[in-house]
């Protein structure tokens, strides 16, 4: 496997069910991102991990909560959601400079989790 | 804060017409800008970016200049194709480092549907 990569591809789910979205990177970054894509606005930064450390929280409500174990894998927990939460959610990741100043601005996408909440 | 707006589409075209998507952007500081192509299905795949006024960013024979004087980062193509119907999605990056890399998180406009016709 090569790149970003996103389980599962579609999701459908109750507003009382609890799930969560997978993201593995393959490219050694070690930075990751969740963004929320909904119809008709604009992609919704919700949270970024940056060495594993959670550095942004675009006040996302608590029924989202992300996980990030090491630097190649970040989850998305899913609880209590509400109908508009269906979208289309996706993982990203880039290298972030470090101490040698090393790094890009270029975020990797996975292809997304479309998930339906009923 | 920083924004990023796109003109409304959604845009049709024949094939080998000319196509120009504007993008305009507001930020603080210097930001990188980035051009990212999302084809049916999939996830935000780079088409191109510029990290510094007059940059030119290039890929797949589309283009865009980075203006500084008019906050823009138009997106040409000289002659499209019937596999460059998609959604494109003008991008910002804020933040630079200590060591001058320019890094952080990116900052969308609301995306246009291109949709291209034999």
């Known amino acids: 496997e090569t790149g970003v990569t996103q389980t599962p591809r579609h999701l459908v789910m109750g507003m009382t069910n609890k799930k969560s979205l997978k993201c593995e990177q393959h490219l050694g970054h070690n930075a990751m991102y969740w963004y929320k894509q909904s119809a008709k606005k604009p992609l919704e930064l919700m949270f970024v991990y940056n060495f594993k450390e959670q550095t942004e929280n675009n006040s996302v409500p608590s029924r989202f909560s992300p996980e990030c174990p090491n630097s190649s894998h970040l989850f998305l927990h899913l609880h209590t959601l509400q109908p508009e939460d269906s979208a289309l959610y996706l993982c990203a990741s880039s290298q972030e400079p470090g101490l040698a100043g090393e790094g890009t601005d270029t975020q990797y996408f996975g292809p997304g989790t479309r998930l339906t909440v009923l | 804060g920083d924004s990023v707006t796109q003109m409304e589409g959604p845009v049709t075209l024949s094939e080998e017409a000319f196509l120009t998507i504007n993008c305009t952007y507001t930020?603080?500081?210097?930001?990188?800008l980035f051009w990212y192509v999302q084809y049916p299905g999939e996830g935000l795949q780079l088409l191109l970016k510029?990290?510094?006024?007059?940059d030119k960013g290039s890929n797949k024979g589309f283009e865009a200049t980075y203006r500084k004087e008019t906050t823009s980062f138009h997106l040409e193509k000289g002659s499209v194709q019937v596999s460059d119907s998609a959604v494109y999605f003008c991008?910002?990056?804020?933040?630079?480092?200590?060591?001058?890399?320019?890094?952080?998180?990116?900052?969308f406009g609301q995306g246009t549907i291109l949709t291209v016709h034999p």
């Open positions: 991008a910002l990056s804020d933040g630079t480092n200590a060591g001058g890399t320019s890094y952080g998180k990116l900052t």
């Open positions: 930020a603080t500081g210097y930001p990188s």
């Open positions: 510029a990290t510094k006024a007059d």
